[in-house]
């Protein structure tokens, strides 16, 4: 028996009751503002019903388009960045694109072009937290860039999706003054980034002029550093802090093992609070209060703004993606 004949662009017509353009409008993702998002999705049901692909290289000859765009991150065992890159997927996938997920250099070092030459590769990059001068590879290839939880000032990206980490340190702040602590330290990130020199920056304006004294420790991002940053400030038994406020919740973790080894209660003797809001903020005792970050929003945003950048629209300056704390059981009032 012969094999059944591979569906064509006229059948997905036929079944969805349009034309031939509409199925090419769609595939081609230049429907917006031509047809309605009904039919769009009436033309796509139609395709997957009848099993239809379109030639995808040869309409990527005919367009000079790959369908294809780059998420680059700091990390991919980060939990925060696995939430992102299902977000940014998932807009992606709406829109016929192809995400590829790349992690950048540790080091801080300018990220390697993983092709040669990433133009003839890729439509566009959208990268997280990092500095713009990591991405000088891309840069220079002209890829439309959109960056995330990064500097706005940034002149390179087309546009910046941020979370509103000022508004996080704040509502943290705020909770622990409201408690009655007045002796904190801060486990800094010791990142060179815009978001955690942000973060430090709101959380002196926070404090500033409530009479509370602030300490800083940098720690890098991790449960084991986040520890020993505790440590050093909780062996200070004369000016011991009275709350350790943690820039990310793997820190806090650390910060709850210090207080323990040093024989100390979490929250009757000292209180502890992390950002992000991470698996591992509820899964430990007592349950951490942190800053819920929603990673898979700025994803999904971070997305649709590439969406408008290759499609020649200006995206603008998005508003910043709202946090809000948790509050849970590792803060309590300062002993007496």
Not at 65 to 75: E, K, N, Q, S, Y
């Amino acid at each position: 028996m012969a094999d059944k004949a591979r569906p064509t662009s006229r059948d997905v017509a036929r079944e969805a009751g349009v034309s031939q353009a509409t199925v090419s409008l769609v595939f081609g993702d230049k429907w917006h503002g031509r047809v309605s998002e009904r039919i769009a999705m009436e033309v796509r049901d139609a395709a997957s019903t009848l099993g239809y692909r379109p030639n995808l290289a040869a309409r990527n000859l005919r367009t000079g388009r790959t369908r294809t765009v780059m998420l680059i991150v700091p990390a991919l065992t980060n939990e925060y960045y696995a939430r992102l890159y299902t977000g940014a997927a998932q807009v992606a996938a709406q829109h016929g694109l192809g995400v590829v997920l790349y992690p950048s250099p540790s080091d801080g070092r300018p990220a390697r072009n993983p092709f040669v030459s990433a133009q003839a590769s890729l439509d566009g990059v959208l990268a997280s937290s990092m500095a713009s001068d990591v991405l000088s590879a891309f840069d220079g290839d002209g890829l439309p860039l959109v960056m995330l939880d990064s500097d706005p000032a940034n002149s390179r990206a087309a546009t910046t999706v941020n979370l509103d980490v000022v508004d996080g340190m704040r509502q943290v702040a705020t909770h622990l003054l409201a408690l009655g602590h007045r002796r904190i330290a801060h486990i800094a990130a010791e990142v060179d980034s815009w978001t955690f020199a942000v973060r430090s920056r709101a959380l002196a304006a926070a404090l500033d002029g409530t009479g509370a004294e602030l300490r800083t420790v940098h720690a890098a991002l991790t449960m084991d550093a986040g520890r020993r940053a505790a440590e050093t400030v909780l062996h200070d038994s004369g000016r011991r802090p009275t709350a350790l406020l943690c820039d990310f919740d793997f820190l806090a973790v650390g910060a709850l093992k210090a207080a323990r080894r040093l024989g100390l209660r979490v929250p009757e003797d000292v209180s502890v609070t992390g950002f992000d809001d991470l698996t591992i903020a509820s899964a430990v005792e007592p349950e951490l209060t942190t800053v819920r970050l929603p990673a898979k929003e700025v994803g999904m945003q971070g997305m649709t703004a590439l969406v408008s950048v290759l499609a020649d629209e200006r995206p603008g300056n998005p508003a910043d993606i709202p946090v809000s704390l948790v509050v849970r059981g590792s803060t309590a009032p300062p002993p007496a």
